[in-house]
């Protein structure tokens, strides 16, 4: 009976912690975010709610095509907690993303969120590397329809593979799942991350490094 009893508690404390890893459920019907508080919390504030009104529950603008020209030949446009203030404390985000041909959203994280993805239109290669000390590369290429998801705090990446463009919508478990770009962090980093230790982690020259961290 006892060991029953520790082993319930256990499990107990189990749940427990899983349930605090992750955003908590809000305690009201919504706390639309106020941006001209000055408090600072884990999250935004809350706006009186007797001023809330329909539009800050709203936002229109996905159906517009994203600025491609650029390098990676890649638009995010996101629909946070930011940009539409009654996200705020109910753990979900969206964005829309568009591809030139053979455009790329490189390599990168979410540290505060699962991402899952719908193709709306396109042909797009997508992967994602798993941890220490496998390594898996796991990919494939969707069409439109399909659907994939990226499991938190994981690299991965979206290819335009296609010679039209592409776009898709994706969901996030996260008013503000944050995203890490592995090329930024690494060799964008501000100061800069001396060139030595950079060099020793990557097996490389000086040179390397400079060239790298000259491009971000």
Request: contains cysteine.
């Amino acid at each position: 009976m006892w060991n029953k009893l520790i082993l319930l508690s256990v499990v107990a404390l189990t749940f427990n912690y899983l349930a605090l890893a992750y955003e908590p459920s809000p305690l009201q019907d919504f706390c639309v975010a106020d941006p001209n508080s000055s408090v600072k919390v884990n999250g935004v504030t809350c706006k009186n709610p007797m001023q809330v009104q329909a539009a800050d529950f709203f936002f229109s603008g996905l159906h517009l095509r994203g600025n491609t020209s650029n390098q990676l030949g890649s638009k995010v446009t996101p629909v946070f907690a930011t940009q539409l203030p009654g996200l705020n404390t109910l753990g979900i985000s969206m964005v829309r993303i568009d591809y030139a041909p053979w455009g790329l959203n490189p390599p990168h994280t979410h540290p505060r969120a699962t991402e899952i993805l719908t193709v709306l239109e396109g042909t797009l290669q997508v992967g994602f590397v798993t941890s220490n000390p496998d390594n898996r590369f796991i990919t494939k290429v969707l069409q439109k329809g399909d659907v994939f998801v990226f499991p938190v705090g994981l690299v991965h990446f979206q290819r335009n593979v296609g010679n039209g463009n592409a776009v898709v919508i994706a969901a996030l478990s996260s008013q503000n799942p944050g995203a890490i770009t592995i090329g930024n962090a690494v060799f964008g980093a501000n100061p800069s991350i001396p060139w030595d230790i950079l060099a020793r982690a990557f097996q490389v020259d000086k040179s390397v490094v400079d060239q790298l961290q000259a491009k971000f």
